[in-house]
């Protein structure tokens, strides 16, 4: 069974500087990833998806993520948070037939003023 | 577009009682899927649907949960009798599988008292 991994439960940042959201997944084979964002009492909103085509995979909001197959990660990037970006961030992979997503636990982005 | 279309939003009812949260999914998607996100167990599939017929049940709680799908722009997941376990927000999303995405709506808040 596919598993994710948000290394991260809580990140702090200050505004204007660069964010890091760490997630790993397990597959073995080429696997479909996304990021989605969820704000305070709204619901999920996807970020970007990766799925085979580009390793380095452009967002919404000015994220991007990386592929890296040798090291079984996705993680989320932004070279400047803004005020806006504070929310949940979750990490997925998609499978099986409906490629249907198994969720990492969430990091929550804190962004300071 | 309108995106998947959850009602009632907000729901606070008393244990026992049965509880109907409702789904429209997106036009032309042919897979919707019902999530629940609890702060213990974050986000779980319960069950998906393939054009109206229901694939994997698997994460459905217990026999306390049902989920319908009578035609292909409306699905019910119903609890009876409901329990204060069973509080949590509960999403309904839809796929149209050759594009790989998943859309989310916004999502019942449920509270059982």
């Known amino acids: 069974a596919q598993s994710v991994t948000q290394l991260d439960s809580h990140v702090s940042v200050s505004e204007g500087t660069p964010v890091l959201l760490r997630c790993n997944y397990s597959?073995?084979?080429?696997?479909?990833l996304f990021w989605y964002v969820q704000h305070p009492n709204k619901g999920l909103q996807l970020l970007l998806k990766?799925?085979?085509?580009?390793?380095l995979v452009k967002g919404i909001n000015g994220f991007e993520a990386e592929f890296k197959k040798s090291e079984t990660s996705f993680h989320l990037t932004k070279p400047s948070a803004h005020m806006s970006d504070a929310a949940e961030y979750f990490c997925?992979?998609?499978?099986?037939?409906?490629?249907?997503?198994?969720f990492g636990s969430g990091t929550q982005l804190t962004v300071l003023p | 577009d309108a995106g998947v279309i959850q009602s009632p939003r907000h729901e606070v009812t008393e244990m026992g009682q049965e509880v109907t949260l409702r789904c429209k999914p997106i036009?032309?998607?042919?897979?919707l899927f019902w999530y629940r996100q609890t702060m213990m167990r974050g986000l779980e599939l319960l069950i998906y649907?393939?054009?109206?017929?229901?694939?994997?049940d698997s994460g459905m709680p217990e026999d306390r949960f049902s989920a319908k799908m009578p035609n292909a722009s409306f699905s019910t997941l119903k609890i009876q009798p409901s329990e204060p376990r069973d509080s949590a927000v509960y999403f309904c999303?839809?796929?149209?599988?050759?594009?790989?995405?998943?859309?989310f709506g916004e999502g019942s808040w449920l509270t059982v008292v």
């Open positions: 649907f393939n054009n109206n017929v229901p694939i994997d």
């Open positions: 036009s032309g998607h042919d897979y």
């Open positions: 990766y799925t085979s085509a580009a390793t």
């Open positions: 999303a839809s796929s149209f599988l050759v594009q790989n995405t998943i859309y």
């Open positions: 997925a992979e998609g499978s099986g037939s409906a490629r249907q997503l198994t």
């Open positions: 597959s073995s084979y080429s696997p479909s």
